[in-house]
């Protein structure tokens, strides 16, 4: 019997722990169990194998017997000068950790299951729980195409139902709670319309459908803003643009106000001005001294 035979029988019999065999092998603690537990599987082949052979030959039982466990003996030997037995010597052709089993050669179940545990785990990093049928996840890349289907419906939800993208017969629509925004680079930010660090906004869209942009063609686009004042001032502000052109109205009742302005001619109507000085400013002043006032302003 060879010294790695021996060690595994001490083992076998608890004579030796699998420690003091390791390091009479020179091998790992795991290494060590797969031998012994192929061993006592040989052992109990040959007994088997003795036991049957009693029963037909009972003249020589004993000597079969005998030759038997020494050929457990010598596969026990063989397959002791090998590095590894349930993995074996092969190429590794699966991805660290898991275990490759060589050809020919037996697999412990406790390296079945680690290498099952382990693929477990990595599914579930990727898509989830196994048994929901969701799919959730940090973060996902494609290199082809992503399709949702042919039938229409609110087929992205980003945050909540309320801010989406989905398909309507004919029509593919953008759902918000709020309002909408356009940025050149930056990054992100938890303020309403700023584009971040490094960003620029191109163009918002409020809730209430005004449309703000930077340029048109390379211009600032123009809008209106309009204010009526029961007082001699008034004031109107282009806010976040500038005045383009102004006007100032002096005893004048614009439409849809109730009330006559308290100066003026019998007729209720009175002159306005050019307010030139109010240009390039983000805000227009109009002093006409009168009961009621009114400011024109052309922004951009």
């Avoid at 026990?76 to 349930?86: D, E, F, N």
Wanted: aromatic residues 8%; contains cysteine; positive net charge.
């Amino acid at each position: 019997m060879d010294n790695s035979t021996e060690q595994l029988e001490l083992v076998a019999c608890g004579r030796r722990t699998v420690d003091e065999a390791a390091r009479a092998l020179g091998v790992g603690p795991d290494e060590v169990r797969r031998r012994v537990e192929t061993y006592q599987l040989m052992k109990a082949v040959a007994q088997e194998q003795s036991r049957a052979e009693v029963q037909r030959y009972q003249r020589q039982s004993r000597r079969r017997a005998g030759a038997l466990a020494a050929a457990a003996l010598v596969i026990v030997a063989l397959w002791g000068g090998r590095g590894a037995w349930a993995v074996g010597n092969c190429t590794q052709v699966l991805p660290a950790p898991l275990i490759s089993f060589c050809p020919d050669e037996p697999a412990l179940a406790s390296e079945m299951n680690t290498n099952f545990e382990t693929l477990h785990t990595w599914i579930v990093a990727k898509v989830g729980t196994l048994s929901s049928a969701n799919i959730t996840g940090q973060s996902a890349s494609f290199s082809g195409a992503v399709s949702f289907g042919s039938t229409t419906r609110q087929m992205l939800n980003l945050f909540s139902t309320q801010y989406g993208i989905g398909v309507q017969p004919s029509t593919q629509y953008f759902r918000t709670g709020g309002g909408f925004a356009w940025f050149l680079n930056g990054t992100h930010a938890d303020t309403q319309n700023a584009a971040g660090a490094g960003g620029t906004s191109l163009m918002t869209l409020s809730n209430a459908g005004d449309l703000t942009v930077t340029t048109v063609n390379g211009r600032r686009p123009a809008f209106t803003r309009t204010a009526y004042c029961a007082a001699g001032s008034c004031q109107v502000s282009c806010a976040p643009g500038v005045v383009k052109l102004a006007f100032g109205f002096h005893g004048a009742r614009p439409e849809g106000y109730s009330s006559s302005w308290a100066c003026g001619d019998s007729n209720n109507q009175g002159g306005f001005q050019w307010l030139g000085n109010c240009m390039g400013q983000t805000t227009c002043t109009v002093n006409t001294g009168c009961g009621q006032s009114g400011v024109f302003a052309e922004c951009w």
